[in-house]
């Protein structure tokens, strides 16, 4: 069973630039979650993909957004990069939408914005 | 949503039992009581939850105080391994099933 992958492994832009970040989900999971952590704090919720619809989102403007393709891998892309975008970007995925499901991720990408 | 709140850091020595508190004082009684931890340059991975008994699998135990304002999670012999970030969340049926995290615990052990 092959888990959670994530690419790139890390990245550099400078400030304006879009950035698309990869995610391939465990398989038979039809959810994928992405978070950004800043560096000395957990993780943050930004949205979720079920089923290659957007099934809720967190406090991110709207230059976060995403997309879920029908083998359930998922992109997030990050338009107008700010130097505050620089974070671990984890994606996570899970058998099902809602309730309080495992969440399994994978090792992130590491976003640098200069 | 309900807080947890625990130690910034905690120091263990190998091969000894660690207990890592968390106090969730306004926890609901539809909450879980998860517990995920982050080794150094990997994403978080699930340890184990609850909801009112006290737990046990191949990683570690959960401990739950009776009024479940509280719980304990035991590392029963510790390994330089353990050494990552331990998060305790708790979860309620939620639409997205969204992670909550809280800055964790830090988790030293000496050889």
């Known amino acids: 069973e092959t888990g959670v992958t994530q690419s790139p492994t890390h990245l550099i832009k400078t400030r304006g630039q879009q950035v698309t970040l990869r995610c391939s989900s465990q398989?038979?999971?039809?959810?994928v979650s992405w978070y950004q952590q800043a560096l000395g704090q957990g993780p943050q919720f930004i949205f979720q993909?079920?089923?290659?619809?957007?099934?809720g989102r967190g406090n991110f403007p709207p230059r976060f957004s995403g997309l879920q393709f029908p083998n359930y891998s998922s992109e997030l892309n990050v338009n107008a990069l700010e130097l505050d975008d620089s974070a671990l970007y984890l994606c996570?995925?899970?058998?099902?939408?809602?309730?309080?499901?495992?969440?399994?991720f994978g090792p992130g990408t590491r976003l640098t914005v200069l | 949503d309900a807080k947890t709140t625990q130690p910034n850091s905690m120091e263990s020595n190998e091969e000894e039992p660690v207990h890592l508190p968390c106090n969730h004082s306004?926890?609901?009684?539809?909450?879980?009581i998860h517990w995920y931890r982050q080794l150094p340059s990997q994403g978080p991975e699930y340890v184990i939850h609850?909801?009112?008994s006290n737990v046990n699998n191949r990683m570690a135990s959960l401990a739950i105080a009776e009024d479940r304002k509280s719980s304990t999670l035991i590392l029963h012999r510790a390994t330089l391994r353990d050494a990552a970030v331990y998060y305790c969340?708790?979860?309620?049926?939620?639409?997205?099933?969204?992670?909550?995290f809280g800055q964790g615990t830090t988790l030293q052990v000496k050889p």
């Open positions: 996570a995925s899970s058998l099902d939408k809602g309730g309080t499901d495992t969440q399994y």
């Open positions: 398989s038979g999971h039809n959810t």
């Open positions: 993909y079920y089923r290659e619809e957007e099934n």
């Open positions: 306004t926890i609901s009684g539809t909450d879980y």
């Open positions: 609850g909801l009112t």
């Open positions: 969340i708790l979860r309620d049926w939620d639409n997205t099933g969204k992670l909550i």
